[in-house]
């Protein structure tokens, strides 16, 4: 097995921007892709990008997913989970159909604009209850699923959701881990009926999972011992600095 392509200066770029976003996403609940997304799509093709990052994120989730379940509001989850399904094709779409600077650059504007949200500490007070709760959460949910299969980058968009809510920080965590990680079966599942995951596809997954799995630990243990402000504006720095160098550079 030729192993040449794992020892380039853009595969260790790749490698290290997966082990900060698994970080973030063990520590937050989401975020990952935000990190990993401009840095993949630099070194591999967007299509092939997506889908590893898919692989990925779905078997190192696993850690935090499953006691994250336990303390999860189903009720307002569900239409948020449904309705990604519905939209994520849309995503894919584009992201077969735009040039791969393009969707660089729209996703370090797109980075951008969350990072200055959650810095502006915007939070959405609109109905959480009934009929237009259930719409509102629909609408998130949608708007996910768009981004997610674009670039696998939906993830804050059902988080900034969350963060408005007045429950307990553990459950808005949980809620942020399950509804990410929700987000990504239907990516594979488009892929693969595409034949989008190949045999290289799935070596990169899992030479990729081990410093993913890595950061997703560390964060995960790290969450229960910080301070949450501190390793915040230490992220949104982080990101907006990201953000500018996908569309810059």
């Given at each position: 097995?030729?192993?040449?392509?794992?020892?380039?200066?853009?595969?260790f770029?790749?490698?290290?921007?997966?082990?900060?976003?698994?970080?973030?996403?063990?520590?937050?609940?989401?975020?990952?892709?935000?990190?990993?997304?401009?840095?993949?799509?630099?070194?591999i093709?967007?299509?092939?990008?997506?889908?590893?990052?898919?692989?990925?994120?779905?078997?190192?989730?696993?850690?935090?997913?499953?006691p994250?379940?336990?303390?999860?509001?189903?009720?307002?989850?569900?239409?948020?989970?449904?309705?990604?399904?519905?939209?994520?094709?849309?995503?894919?779409?584009?992201?077969?159909?735009?040039?791969?600077?393009?969707?660089?650059?729209?996703?370090?504007?797109?980075?951008?604009?969350?990072?200055?949200?959650?810095?502006?500490?915007?939070?959405?007070?609109?109905?959480?209850?009934?009929?237009?709760?259930?719409?509102?959460?629909?609408?998130?949910?949608?708007?996910?699923?768009?981004?997610?299969?674009f670039?696998?980058?939906?993830?804050?968009?059902?988080?900034?959701?969350?963060?408005?809510?007045?429950?307990?920080?553990?459950?808005?965590?949980?809620?942020?881990?399950?509804?990410?990680?929700?987000?990504?079966?239907?990516?594979?599942?488009?892929?693969?009926?595409?034949?989008?995951?190949?045999?290289?596809?799935?070596?990169?997954?899992?030479?990729?999972?081990?410093?993913?799995?890595?950061?997703?630990?560390?964060?995960?243990?790290?969450?229960?011992?910080?301070?949450?402000?501190?390793?915040?504006?230490?992220?949104?720095?982080?990101?907006?600095?990201?953000?500018?160098?996908?569309?810059?550079?």
């Open positions: 097995m030729d192993l040449t392509d794992y020892y380039t200066f853009e595969f770029i790749a490698a290290f921007a997966g082990f900060i976003g698994g970080l973030i996403r063990g520590f937050t609940g989401f975020g990952a892709n935000l990190i990993w997304a401009p840095a993949l799509i630099m070194v093709d967007p299509v092939q990008a997506v889908a590893i990052m898919a692989l990925v994120g779905t078997f190192s989730s696993v850690q935090i997913a499953v994250a379940s336990k303390h999860v509001d189903w009720r307002e989850i569900y239409p948020i989970i449904l309705a990604s399904w519905i939209t994520v094709p849309i995503g894919i779409w584009a992201l077969y159909s735009l040039p791969s600077d393009n969707i660089r650059r729209f996703i370090g504007f797109f980075i951008i604009l969350i990072v200055l949200i959650l810095f502006s500490g915007w939070k959405y007070t609109g109905a959480r209850n009934g009929l237009r709760g259930r719409f509102a959460q629909s609408v998130t949910g949608a708007i996910a699923g768009i981004f997610t299969g670039g696998g980058i939906g993830g804050p968009i059902p988080v900034l959701y969350f963060m408005a809510s007045k429950g307990p920080t553990h459950i808005q965590r949980a809620n942020n881990v399950i509804a990410v990680t929700a987000l990504i079966p239907m990516v594979i599942i488009i892929l693969t009926l595409n034949g989008e995951i190949n045999r290289a596809t799935l070596l990169n997954s899992f030479v990729l999972f081990f410093p993913f799995s890595l950061g997703v630990f560390l964060g995960t243990n790290g969450f229960k011992i910080s301070q949450p402000e501190v390793f915040r504006k230490i992220v949104l720095t982080l990101l907006l600095i990201i953000g500018l160098s996908s569309l810059l550079f």
